[in-house]
């Protein structure tokens, strides 16, 4: 063989050498890179599923909340029909403690009103008695005299 074809059979060599040693690195990539994913796609799963039990933990919450609220919104309404009721009572009192107070001051009036006309009436029959006296002296005296 020539010497060119040797020369160019020796450049074959070393071109098909690095053409293998790149096949093998492309192939120690190409496990790499599926070891990687491998191990990415566990970790995706493991996100997966921690999202999952977040996502139910988040319904479970989210239903206390809600019950807790409707409890309390319950709880809040019976309060305040209690109170509601309680308030009715205390105006029902009120009223008849008021009714029985004017019935006290009314009855308190009509006696100092008895007793102003039993005062009034003495006092008439006094001056009546006093004028009736004055005459009686009025025309005695005269005679006496």
């Known amino acids: 063989m020539s010497s060119r074809a040797e020369t160019d059979l020796e450049v074959l060599k070393v071109v098909v050498s690095k053409i293998d040693e790149s096949l093998d690195k492309m192939s120690k990539v190409s496990t790499d890179l599926a070891t990687i994913i491998a191990v990415h796609d566990q970790r995706l799963g493991r996100l997966e599923d ?30 305040e029909d209690r109170l509601d009721l309680k308030y009715q009572k205390q105006q029902i009192n009120a009223a008849s403690q008021h009714d029985s107070i004017q019935k006290e ?41």
């Not at 999202?51 to 933990?57: G, K, L, N, W």
Request: charged share 30%; glycine share 6%; no cysteine.
């Open 50 to 79: 921690d999202h999952d039990d977040r996502t139910e933990d988040l319904k479970v919450l989210h239903k206390r909340i809600t019950e807790s609220f409707s409890d309390l919104y319950e709880k809040l309404h019976d309060m």
């Open 105 to 145: 001051i009314q009855r308190d009036i009509e006696t100092l009103s008895t007793r102003m006309r039993s005062l009034e009436n003495w006092r008439w029959w006094m001056m009546g008695l006093g004028v009736g006296f004055g005459i009686v002296i009025a025309k005695v005296i005269p005679l006496i005299v």
